[in-house]
């Protein structure tokens, strides 16, 4: 069995982020082929899509020339440009929720932009096309058709589009790495630390008092120290995000219960994906849209 696309005619995508990739994939791919892979996508010729870290790559049976398997490879982020990412994710649980609820939009676009970078194609360098078809033309529909159907690809896994870029969400660890700002946010900024002098003073008064408690109760030597450790952890638990506060069932209820899950993984600390699930990849086979 075939993909079989939703959109037998007109606008093909539901979600911005489908409809954005498909007019900028349009853009730098030209006109040529177009209608004809349109057509092929639609027909149901794409047999499955397998989505990959850098790579997209379709199984097509074309009427004319057989099995083809057209390419997108596309630049991946890495170094200093995905650790601005992976730092971006981690200080704003919101930014993964509008990539796995179909959210993301041209406001979350531009804070990518702000900083030279975007999740979606932009130029010749971001993205290039293979397919070894004799068909002898630069951009052959095959390639097209990979395109309209990854476009309905992205509205069932939205998440996908950062996979292509090189990082898996399931491989990314909750935030509790050392909470680096992103450049050029000036948000939550610590403190300057206080002197020498006032930490020797501020100890100095703090053992005295630790020392009048304990002459009254034999069990305040062991509560200042307790007390110091529970501040701490309200505060740390104040400025992140902990799914495992969170109650599931009405998590689940906003935002599905498949959402939640990956959600939760992604949060969860050492966790790189559900026990036996395939890593690193996505593929639709036939008969399925989804990831």
């Not at 990412?85 to 676009?109: C, H, K, N, W």
């Not at 900083?115 to 932009?122: M, N, Q, V, Y």
């Not at 050029?184 to 300057?192: C, I, K, W």
Request: hydrophobic fraction near 35%; proline fraction near 6%.
């Amino acid at each position: 069995m075939a993909i079989e696309m939703r959109s037998q005619r007109g606008q093909i995508g539901r979600s911005w982020m489908a409809r954005e990739f498909g007019r900028r994939m349009e853009m730098l791919l030209g006109s040529r082929g177009k209608a004809i892979g349109k057509r092929l996508a639609r027909a149901g010729t794409v047999q499955w899509v397998d989505v990959r870290p850098g790579s997209v790559t379709a199984s097509m049976d074309d009427p004319q020339f057989g099995i083809v398997e057209p390419r997108l490879d596309l630049h991946v982020f890495t170094g200093g440009d995905r650790d601005l990412v992976e730092r971006m994710i981690a200080q704003d649980p919101s930014f993964v929720l509008t990539l796995l609820d179909g959210t993301y939009g041209a406001d979350r676009e531009s804070e990518l932009l702000r900083h030279d970078l975007g999740l979606l194609p932009s130029s010749h360098t971001d993205i290039t096309w293979d397919c070894a078809c004799p068909a002898g033309m630069s951009v052959c529909p095959h390639v097209y058709a990979l395109v309209y159907v990854l476009m309905e690809h992205l509205d069932d896994a939205p998440g996908d589009m950062l996979l292509m870029r090189g990082i898996d969400l399931e491989d990314l660890r909750g935030p509790g790495g050392d909470g680096d700002a992103v450049p050029g946010d000036s948000g939550g900024a610590e403190p300057a630390p206080s002197s020498g002098s006032d930490s020797a003073a501020g100890a100095e008064d703090g053992a005295e008092r630790a020392t009048e408690a304990a002459s009254i109760d034999p069990q305040a030597d062991e509560e200042p120290a307790g007390q110091a450790q529970a501040q701490a952890q309200d505060q740390d638990q104040r400025k992140r995000f902990n799914p495992a506060l969170v109650d599931a069932s009405v998590l689940s209820e906003m935002v599905g219960d498949q959402v939640q899950g990956v959600f939760a993984r992604f949060y969860a600390t050492g966790t790189t994906g559900a026990e036996g699930a395939p890593v690193g990849h996505r593929k639709s086979r036939p008969g399925s849209r989804g990831g």
